[in-house]
């Protein structure tokens, strides 16, 4: 199957497809906030949970598993106030493996855990490119802003320094036009401009586009999200070619990743995440770090959307792969995640 008919023919309606990407819609998140919430009865039955011999994983799973993002850091707080002690550290004391990893994201501010999930993807030997493209091409202008000042806070030195120490070349200036902020954010768009702009690119590809990604470069960030689609689908009819197909054909190593994984975006965040999952999940071991990032981020906005495009994808329920590939307390976790909206209290 062509990478771009997996994009096409799939149930997911235009209401719940945001035109402007932003992370404050809500699309179809399998986490809700928890009803009659009270955060100061959660952080008493956390400290109960982990107090004395023994800890007990299931009231841990039962409320972190289902409370969104913000009561999670009312509970965080509460937890400190009522208790004076500190949840994560306590959490980390009486849990274990990849059990104890994703709670410790969970209790994370979303741009706390981008940053951490940055510097993660940047330290050490190697880099994560496939982590760091992720993260810039699937935030909004605003969320990307807030990442640049908190990592500055955080980690002592700005984002852009770190990656630029990390990358090079032609990968370097993508990542660093992305982690600018400054792409339209709007639904409009210049038809006479996106046939240029569609031409522009044949004419690159012709001859030299794999020195010549600049002009991707300043397409995607001068570009909306509706305007790149728009073109895509120009340079296709013009060329009688996928914008993926040349791509692959005139790119190598990170930047062909990078723009690929860009494209993919564009076409379908959901159907981005999808492959991103069964990527971590294929072959001997999982990359649990992707799966926690993932299912964290994308579970108040569009996982539900996710499921879907993956049984599109792989002809399977993305639960049943999760359930098969991890185990205990981890695994159960992630499948309280998971649930649907309606299963919730």
Excluded: W
Aim: proline share 1%; hydrophobic share 35%.
């Amino acid at each position: 199957m062509l990478l771009l008919e997996k994009y096409e023919d799939v149930n997911l309606s235009d209401s719940e497809q945001p035109e402007i990407y932003d992370e404050e819609i809500i699309q179809q998140g399998t986490m809700t906030a928890a009803k009659n919430f009270d955060a100061i009865r959660d952080a008493d039955a956390l400290r109960k949970a982990m107090k004395g011999a023994g800890t007990d994983e299931k009231t841990i799973i039962s409320i972190l598993g289902n409370r969104d993002t913000n009561q999670r850091l009312e509970i965080k707080a509460a937890f400190k106030n009522k208790h004076n002690r500190d949840l994560v550290a306590d959490l980390k004391s009486e849990t274990s493996g990849n059990f104890s990893k994703l709670l410790e994201k969970l209790l994370l501010d979303p741009v706390e855990l981008d940053c951490s999930e940055l510097k993660q993807a940047v330290k050490g030997v190697g880099t994560n490119e496939e982590a760091i493209i992720e993260i810039l091409a699937n935030r909004s202008n605003k969320r990307i802003r807030s990442i640049n000042e908190t990592y500055s806070k955080m980690f002592g030195k700005t984002l852009e320094k770190d990656v630029k120490s990390d990358t090079s070349g032609d990968f370097r200036r993508l990542l660093v036009s992305l982690m600018q902020g400054h792409r339209p954010e709007t639904t409009k768009v210049n038809a006479d401009r996106v046939k240029r702009d569609a031409q522009s690119l044949i004419d690159a590809s012709s001859d030299k586009f794999g020195t010549d990604e600049a002009k991707f470069n300043e397409l995607f960030c001068n570009r909306s999200d509706s305007e790149l689609k728009a073109i895509f689908n120009q340079f296709a009819e013009l060329s009688g070619k996928s914008i993926e197909e040349i791509v692959k054909k005139e790119t190598s190593g990170d930047i062909q990743k990078g723009i690929l994984a860009i494209i993919r975006c564009i076409r379908s965040r959901p159907h981005f995440f999808a492959e991103q999952l069964q990527k971590a999940m294929k072959g001997s071991g999982s990359k649990e770090s992707t799966l926690n990032r993932i299912i964290i981020t994308r579970s108040e906005i569009d996982l539900v959307q996710i499921k879907v495009a993956y049984k599109h994808l792989y002809n399977c329920e993305l639960e049943r792969d999760i359930s098969a590939d991890t185990s205990g307390e981890y695994k159960k976790l992630l499948l309280e995640i998971f649930k649907d909206p309606s299963q919730r209290n």
